[in-house]
């Protein structure tokens, strides 16, 4: 099934670690290994032996004695593991990097089984932010099924998951005061049967925490998305008065953009917002909330009386300035709980003059260009741009009219791993840019373990992208091999189709 797999660390490793040594001598992991870890690293030890265990459990005792030593260092910024016949040590200043180096370590287990080269590696990451999006209000994806893609994504170092929880087609958030949405929103006729049947599913408040528990034990943080103030037929679909028009709304079955938006001349939308948004900061610990900002008609606003009457008390030229100024009082009702508001980059459109609040995280989607004015304009930027290999809904061959994925866009793993985030027009605004992500739309996407083919192997290439400083397109090709081993060691699927 794969191909040759080198005997050299530095020859399979994905993300490659930037700084690595060859070794003679093999090591033998096995459960008479004896593992010596500082107290302020235990439950990285903890989680480490878990994640390995589900997936290479130990056969038989080793031959002798070994041992692995965790502890701190003051290096600041990198991690160091050196692996010899007898002894393995990490060090590294913090607990995230501790972990970064023992997911290395475990990469390499999966790659060679028990027994493993010796190497000594100095590693650090080339971005803050390494993430990956996947949108489950389209298609409902389990909570068991994140925590799989989660541990792979761990694995080649991603540290940001961003949860897109609602959308036109799905409401997947439980609220705590609104059982009429959790209810209503969260289902959707199915389409595929002549009987009448639905699909879809809320995620309840035990699963959710369950998801961000064990995201925090592999260090990555979970970004919440909500959808302002397009993308909301499916909470029309329970609240039509929310909506310019006021009628009955039916929850889409297909993909799209949708004229029927969230009525910004009604304070009760701002008023719900306000609630739904404490909810979100009170489950999800993570300093970022997305506030969503894309692909808004104003075809509404033109014609709804409160929507202009909001327009003139404000002295807005344009429905477009009309999104603009809401997109500004969610960012603040986001900020007011502590929170850094994230949104796609129309959030820059118009808001020049309404007081964008300047925590805000700009996620460059549309193209590089915003990003580039995000920065200009003094923003933290993610770059997520479609059209340059980081959309996994796209496929891999658009040619290819039997595969999976979006019919008009692709998505070449050479173009995920050529990707990267700092564009040459940011000049001295460069030091802006957080990082990058990848996306999943899942318009067509019929089941949770259908992700896992459309994220890999694009998502290795660009993590590792976002992880090293010196890239290798023929070297990366190189360790396919030791990729998809990895992969199916964890029981991952993965696209099995040409590199080049």
């Known amino acids: 099934m794969f191909t040759t797999i080198s005997n050299k660390p530095s020859k399979v490793l994905s993300p490659m ?33 878990d994640l390995l265990l589900e997936d290479l459990p130990y056969k038989e005792k080793g031959s002798g004695e070994n041992e692995l030593y965790i502890k701190k260092s003051k290096v600041k910024g990198k991690y160091h593991l050196e692996i010899l016949e007898d002894k393995i040590t990490i060090s590294a200043e913090n607990n995230e990097l501790v972990f970064m180096a023992l997911e290395t370590l475990r990469s390499l287990l999966l790659t060679y089984g028990h027994t493993i080269p010796c190497c000594n590696i100095t590693d650090w990451p080339k971005c803050e932010y390494r993430g990956f999006m996947l949108d489950t209000a389209r298609h409902f994806v389990t909570a068991n099924e994140i925590k799989r893609l989660l541990k792979a994504a761990s694995s080649i170092h991603l540290n940001y998951f961003h949860w897109h929880l609602t959308d036109d087609q799905g409401w997947r958030f439980p609220l705590s005061f609104d059982e009429k949405v959790n209810k209503e929103s969260s289902i959707r006729k199915a389409i595929d049967y002549q009987e009448e049947r639905f699909e879809g599913g809320l995620y309840t408040e035990e699963e959710i925490k369950d998801v961000i528990n064990y995201a925090t034990k592999l260090h990555i943080t979970i970004i919440p998305e909500i959808e302002t103030p397009g993308h909301a037929m499916a909470l029309l679909h329970a609240h039509p008065e929310f909506g310019c028009v006021g009628g009955e709304y039916e929850i889409p079955t297909t993909g799209g953009i949708f004229k029927d938006v ?19 900061a009170r489950i999800f610990p993570g300093k970022y909330i997305h506030i969503g900002g894309d692909e808004c008609p104003h075809e509404r606003y033109e014609t709804c009386p409160k929507c202009q009457k909001r327009m003139e008390e404000n002295k807005l030229k344009s429905a477009a300035e009309l999104q603009s100024w809401m997109t500004v009082q969610i960012a603040k009702i986001v900020t007011s709980l502590g929170k850094i508001p994230v949104g796609w980059d129309e959030v820059l459109d118009n808001t020049q003059t309404l007081g964008l609040p300047k925590e805000v995280v700009v996620m460059s989607w549309r193209g590089s260009q915003g990003g580039i004015e995000a920065a200009k304009r003094g923003y933290k930027v993610i770059m997520s741009p479609s059209i340059e290999g980081v959309y996994y809904d796209y496929r891999y061959d658009k040619s290819n009219d039997d595969e999976h994925g979006q019919y008009w866009g692709e998505s070449t793993i050479k173009m995920s791993y050529d990707f990267e985030p700092i564009k040459k027009e940011m000049g001295d605004d460069a030091h802006l840019v957080l990082g990058g992500q990848g996306n ?7 089941f949770g373990r259908d992700t896992e083919a459309l994220y890999f192997p694009r998502l290795v290439a660009l993590a590792e992208s976002l992880w090293t400083e010196k890239k290798n397109w023929e070297a990366f090709k190189a360790k396919r091999g030791a990729i998809e081993k990895r992969l199916a060691s964890q029981d991952i699927m993965f696209w099995s189709g040409n590199w080049s």
């Open 440 to 446: 999943l739309w899942t318009e067509r996407v019929d």
């Open 262 to 280: 969230l009525c910004v001349g009604n304070d009760e939308v701002i008023e719900y917002f306000k609630k739904v948004f404490a909810d979100v």
């Open 17 to 49: 670690p930037n700084k690595i040594v060859d070794k003679k001598g093999e090591f033998t992991f096995s459960q008479d290994t004896m593992i010596y870890v500082e107290p302020q690293f235990s439950q990285e030890a903890e989680t480490f032996i």
